[in-house]
T-cell receptor
Framework: DGGITQSPKYLFRKEGQNVTLSCEQN?????MYWYRQDPGQGLRLIYY???????QKGDIAEGYSVSREKKESFPLTVTSAQKNPTAFYLC?????????????FGDGTRLSIL | AQKITQTQPGMFVQEKEAVTLDCTYD???????LFWYKQPSSGEMIFLIY????DQQNATEGRYSLNFQKARKSANLVISASQLGDSAMYFC??????????????WGLGTSLAVNP
């Protein structure tokens, strides 16, 4: 079945450690997105990519980095510079970035600090 | 200022009854789209329904319909014949601008719906 796979489902980070969240899609979508969700808040955009080898910062990019070397993959690295990384992270993709195209989401990764 | 406002933090509905979840938006762009998503406790975000600003009719998808009142800038989600599985968070989101520009989704804070048996 086509879809978006995020892994791991749960992740723990130690102080000063970088961690990478995986996001893979087999929907042949051009655009991919990373969101952060905190309790009581809506989704906030971290990074997005409209095509391979190109990505843009979202609203809260500080302390995060991404790459888009393949169309199917858009990994997110939470660096040690992100002082409050505990949150639920959602990856999404869409056919394009405009019009009536909805974003389709993975199941998310819950990141906590040890 | 909030561009998407969902004024109901929590809602209760009896099974088999209809429920309306409110969403108001703020934009000066004549071209925009409105999306509703469902997020169960498991966490995944599920797309439900879309309404474009130029659509002449209210969108419908099965038990979901959108009460789109453009002059009031509201796009309320109506769920008919509620089921226990409808218990979840519901998010309203807006995309502004013409295709080709940076057209991010702007999200509301969500409404928690509980369906009672």
């Amino acid at each position: 079945d086509g879809g978006i796979t995020q892994s791991p489902k749960y992740l723990f980070r130690k102080e000063g450690q970088n961690v990478t969240l995986s996001c893979e899609q087999n929907l042949n979508h051009d655009a991919m997105y990373w969101y952060r969700q905190d309790p009581g808040q809506g989704l906030r955009l971290i990074y997005y990519s409209q095509i391979v080898n190109d990505f843009q910062k979202g609203d809260i990019a500080e302390g995060y980095s991404v790459s888009r070397e393949k169309k199917e993959s858009f990994p997110l690295t939470v660096t040690s510079a992100q002082k409050n990384p505990t949150a639920f992270y959602l990856c999404a993709s869409s056919i394009g970035e405009g019009g009536n195209q909805p974003q389709h989401f993975g199941d998310g990764t819950r990141l906590s600090i040890l | 200022a909030q561009k998407i406002t969902q004024t109901q933090p929590g809602m209760f509905v009896q099974e088999k009854e209809a429920v309306t979840l409110d969403c108001t938006y703020d934009t000066s762009d004549p071209s925009y789209g409105l999306f509703w998503y469902k997020q169960p406790s498991s966490g995944e975000m599920i797309f439900l329904i879309y309404q474009g600003s130029y659509d002449q009719q209210n969108a419908t998808e099965g038990r979901y319909s959108l009460n789109f009142q453009k002059a009031r800038k509201s796009a309320n989600l109506v769920i008919s014949a509620s089921q226990l599985g409808d218990s979840a968070m519901y998010f309203c989101a807006m995309r502004e601008g013409k295709a080709g520009n940076n057209r991010k989704l702007i999200w509301g804070l969500g409404t928690s719906l509980a369906v009672n048996p």
